[in-house]
Every structure is written in structure tokens, then in C-alpha cells.
């Protein structure tokens, strides 16, 4: 069973500039949630994704949006990058949205914004 | 508002000592679900334990337990016998109803040999 990843691992990029980041989930999950975690806090949840169609939103802007393709993998999408952007972006996949179940997590990709 | 608070921004104990990490959480909700995860230095984020809010018994697992206490919002987490693999960023988290987890600021705990 391989678990959930995400690339890149490291990504440098300047502000103004846009960004995409990638989650395979894990096999036999179809919703993958994504989460901002500044450095020296806590994850806070950007959005899900549960069958291809957003299931819920945190208090992030539209420059920050996402996709979820048939094979339930995902992407985020940042435009318009600000310095408060830099962070370690988490995803976290799981069988089904919300309740009880674990949301498994991925590595992150640690974005620098200069 | 649904927030959690971790008052506890360090710890550090001895090997196989005993330590608690404290969380209280705040929500108009009456049903959800806690957790807590650990975040090793530079590793994935994994789940320790989780508690149903409608189930009065308090969930263990393994060395670690937890506290519930739904009428204060509290939810601490104990780790007996600490081993220095538990050394780790610790978040206490929940699921307001659906979808999102709502996690505290972590509480970083230190294994010493």
C-alpha cells in the first residue's frame, strides 16, 4: 500500500509568481484535504476535495485553488504569491470526508517565497 | 469560534518517565471527534489517538491515553514509559462536524536519555 506524497519536496519562488503542488493520495481513499502550516504552528485547513468537487473551505483567498482528478490525486494552485505564503503545505488523504476517520498525511512541500 | 489551545509550547522529560500534554478545545458542536498527532523533526505527520466525543470512555493506545473531559473541553494527552522515539512536535486536533481538523499551536516535547 504506498502512502500519501507530494511534490516538489522544496520550492523557491518570488513574489508575484504562481505555484502548483502535487498529492498522490493513498490507494483506496477519494478525499484529500490540503493545510498551510507556518513555521512554528499549527496545520490550518485550506481546503477538500471529496470526488473530484471542493467539500469545504478555510479562511484562505481564491488566489489560493485546487483540483482533484478522477484518479482522486490533487493539486494547489497559489497565485499572486505573498511573503505569508511561505510554508509547509501539508496533504492529507482519507476514505471519506470529515468524522472519525484519519486523515492520513503526506510529507509537505516546504515553499519559500522571496 | 472553533479553536483548541495547547498551553504548553515545551516539554521535556526523562526517558520512561511519565508526561502529560494538556489541550482545551472550544466548539458549539456536540458531536466531533479529537485527536491527537505527532509530527517527528522532518518526518510525516501520524495519528496517535483518537476520541468520539459521545463515548464516555476515554480511548488508550498502547502507552498512550488520553483524558476527555467533554463538559470542561478538555482532551490531554498521557504518554507512559516515554521512549526517545516519542521525542516530536505533538498537535491536539478536532473535526468540528465535517471536513477540516482544527489544530492547536503543538506542544514540542523532548525525550531526554
Redesign the interface.
Known sequence: ET??TQSPTHLIKTRGQQVTLRCSSQSGHNTV?W?QQAL??????IF?YYREEE??R?NFPPRFSGLQFPNYSSELNVNALELDDSALY?C?SSTT????N??F????TRLTVL | AQTVTQSQPEMSVQEAETVTLSCTYDTSENNYYLFWYKQPPSRQMILVIRQEAYKQQNATENRFSVNFQKAAKSFSLKISDSQLGDTAMYFCAFTPGAQKLVFGQGTRLTINP
Open positions: 502512502g500519501v484535504s493545510y512554528g504552528q499549527g496545520p490550518q485547513f477538500q467539500n469545504g478555510g501539508l492529507a470526508a470529515g468524522g472519525p484519519e486523515q498525511f503526506g510529507p509537505g
